[in-house]
């Protein structure tokens, strides 16, 4: 069974830092196009980042380009997302989602795209 489980959420003051781990049981994320999603409450699923199965494509929404930065480490099995500088519209619950695709170099940030996704983590901004 394919599951996602998301870490590293939690409470953090503005212009602050998190790193957001989304790690794999039963498959191998590298053959894997992964997305992070956000959602706050009372607002739509907004795609935040995405990175390809070779790990050479990524793609970021504007709200976060320039603080954001997603990773792979093969070794740890896990895709992540740095997230510095942040503000409290960053304010949501974070999901990782992820797609086998044999198109290695390519990500969307768009949750159509996505198969099997986390259950999230909970990120606050706040002072």
């Known amino acids: 069974q394919l599951q996602l489980v998301e870490s590293g959420g939690g409470l953090v003051q503005p212009g602050g830092s998190l790193r957001l781990s989304c790690a794999a049981s039963g498959f191998t994320l590298g053959y894997y196009a992964i997305g992070w999603f956000r959602q706050a409450p009372g607002k739509e699923r907004e795609g935040v980042s995405c990175?390809?199965?070779?790990?050479?494509?990524?793609n970021y929404a504007d709200s976060v380009k320039g603080r954001f930065t997603i990773s792979r480490d093969s070794a740890k099995n896990t895709v992540d997302l740095q997230m510095n500088s942040l503000k409290p519209e960053d304010t949501a619950v974070y999901y990782c989602?992820?797609?086998?695709?044999?198109?290695?170099?390519?990500?969307?940030?768009?949750?159509?795209?996505?198969?099997?996704w986390g259950q999230g983590t909970q990120v606050t901004v706040s002072s």
């Open positions: 990175v390809s199965s070779s790990g050479g494509r990524t």
């Open positions: 989602a992820a797609v086998l695709t044999t198109a290695q170099h390519a990500c969307v940030v768009q949750g159509y795209w996505y198969r099997y």
